[in-house]
């Protein structure tokens, strides 16, 4: 069965930063197209940072480019987001997913974590 795990999120003042973690089980990450998206409050899911699964290269919106890194521990079957310089409009709830092969191209998934709420106050 697959399963993705959320954690880490929680409350930051303006400028601060938060590590989430995305733990999986039921594949191997080097199989699967991984991303992280956030639903913000009022707002549709915004996918803005995913790794293909054909080189490993990662991808990032602008809204977050600069200030946001993806990373992933095969050994640990752990996906990792590092989110610096967070601002307000930040606020979400920050979820994983993955999509067996394929590139970031698509912005669909088929498997979802339940997510993790990040907020930052102004």
């Known amino acids: 069965e697959v399963q993705l795990v959320e954690s880490g999120g929680g409350l930051v003042q303006a400028g601060g930063s938060l590590r989430l973690s995305c733990v999986v089980s039921g594949f191997t990450l080097d199989a699967y197209a991984i991303a992280w998206a956030r639903r913000a409050p009022g707002k549709g899911r915004e996918t803005f940072s995913c790794?293909?699964?054909?080189?490993?290269?990662?991808y990032y919106k602008d809204s977050v480019k600069g200030r946001f890194t993806m990373s992933s521990d095969n050994t640990k079957n752990t996906v990792y987001l590092q989110m610096n310089s967070m601002k307000p409009e930040d606020t979400a709830v920050y979820l994983c997913?993955?999509?067996?092969?394929?590139?970031?191209?698509?912005?669909?998934?088929?498997?979802w974590g339940r997510g993790t709420q990040g907020t930052v106050s102004s």
């Open positions: 790794i293909s699964s054909y080189d490993n290269s990662t």
């Open positions: 997913a993955a999509r067996e092969s394929g590139g970031c191209a698509s912005v669909w998934y088929e498997y």
